[in-house]
């Protein structure tokens, strides 16, 4: 069982930045790779970028590019999103979620293959 929490959400101006981690419980969290969704009103939830076990491969979604940046600390139990260049449409509520892979360097990009999901954390972007 892994046990995921979310935090710095907050309220920020469009072209501020925040940075989001998640600290997860237990002593395997290298054993899964790491994801970061996000859920905004009326939509459903997509994913905004996923990082391999070692850390070596990442993936964004293409709205995310150049402006978001996913890494981990395996030592710290922890994955963070750092947001730059925030836009009114980044508004959502962000959730990490973790899933457990054989791979080190596997990203897994599909939500129903994630198998522990934080509460999340509200994030919105004033314009």
């Known amino acids: 069982q892994v046990q995921l929490v979310e935090s710095g959400g907050g309220l920020v101006q469009a072209g501020g930045s925040l940075r989001l981690s998640c600290v997860a419980s237990?002593?395997?969290?290298?054993?899964?790779?790491m994801g970061w969704f996000r859920q905004a009103p009326g939509k459903e939830r997509e994913l905004v970028a996923t990082?391999?076990?070692?850390?070596?491969?990442?993936y964004y979604t293409d709205s995310v590019k150049d402006r978001f940046t996913i890494s981990r600390d395996n030592a710290k139990n922890t994955v963070y999103l750092q947001k730059n260049s925030l836009k009114p449409e980044d508004t959502a509520i962000y959730y990490c979620a973790a899933s457990r892979t054989i791979s080190t360097t596997t990203v897994v990009t599909a939500r129903n293959q994630y198998d522990y999901w934080g509460q999340g954390t509200q994030v919105t972007v004033s314009s």
């Open positions: 990082i391999s076990r070692s850390g070596t491969r990442i």
């Open positions: 237990g002593r395997t969290f290298s054993s899964y790779a």
